[in-house]
């Protein structure tokens, strides 16, 4: 069965430093998400991305954020500077189905990062 | 603007016991409902979505959703609880299209032998 499946599952770093995070959606999706879950708290959503570029944003998606899908498979979240507070989980998502409303979205296993 | 209530961060149930996970959800326009479950260790999978079809909602693994939206609820249930069931469990909301989800706070399911 088709799955997202994300790399590294553990990143650590230190604060200041840019990080990657890399995310292999299913492959004939068309829409892409990151989403983030701070320790204890809930999932939050970071951006959406269709048609090679941002479709929506949220207020945590800053300048320090950034969204590419390099090439026909990868789909990366990068943080330029990153901060204590960026220590999150990190979920990759696609889906797939055009305009349909409620849409799944598949979820990836997650990136752990932590900053220290 | 969209969001979701889960009551209680941890329920625990007895083996072969009703589950019942609650969520109450705020929406101005007609929602897009959907539970998700994370086993320890592993990414978010779909239980169950409601769509504005009928308003009961039957999921993988024997779980079940109801829409009230007279009570603006869409509670999880699964009649008989199995060990395998322990986990965290989403509610979520959508607002339609491929649009993002907004997720409740999660509820960690224990059950007990």
């Known amino acids: 069965e088709p799955e997202v499946t994300q790399t590294p599952s553990h990143q650590v770093t230190q604060m200041g430093q840019e990080v990657i995070l890399r995310c292999v959606p299913i492959s004939n999706h068309l829409y892409f998400y990151w989403y983030r879950q701070i320790l204890g708290q809930k999932v939050e959503f970071l951006v959406s991305?269709?048609?090679?570029?941002?479709?929506?944003k949220s207020e945590i998606f800053d300048d320090q954020f950034s969204v590419e899908r390099p090439d026909g498979s990868n789909f990366t979240l990068k943080i330029r500077s990153t901060k204590l507070e960026d220590s999150a989980m990190y979920f990759c998502?696609?889906?797939?189905?055009?305009?349909?409303?409620?849409?799944?979205?598949?979820f990836g296993p997650g990136t752990r990062l932590t900053v220290l | 603007a969209q969001s979701v209530t889960q009551l209680g961060s941890h329920v625990s149930v007895s083996e072969g016991a009703l589950v019942l996970l609650r969520c109450n959800y705020s929406s101005s326009v007609p929602p897009y409902l959907f539970w998700y479950v994370q086993y320890p260790n592993q990414g978010l999978q779909l239980l169950l979505k409601y769509t504005s079809a009928a308003t009961l909602v039957k999921g993988i693994n024997g779980f079940e959703a109801e829409f009230k939206k007279s009570e603006t609820s869409f509670h999880l249930t699964k009649p008989s609880a199995h060990m395998s069931d322990a986990a965290e469990y989403f509610c979520a909301v959508g607002v339609g299209g491929n649009d993002k989800i907004i997720f409740g706070k999660g509820t960690r399911l224990h059950i007990l032998p």
């Open positions: 991305f269709y048609n090679n570029e941002i479709s929506e």
């Open positions: 998502a696609s889906s797939g189905e055009t305009g349909l409303a409620g849409s799944e979205q598949f």
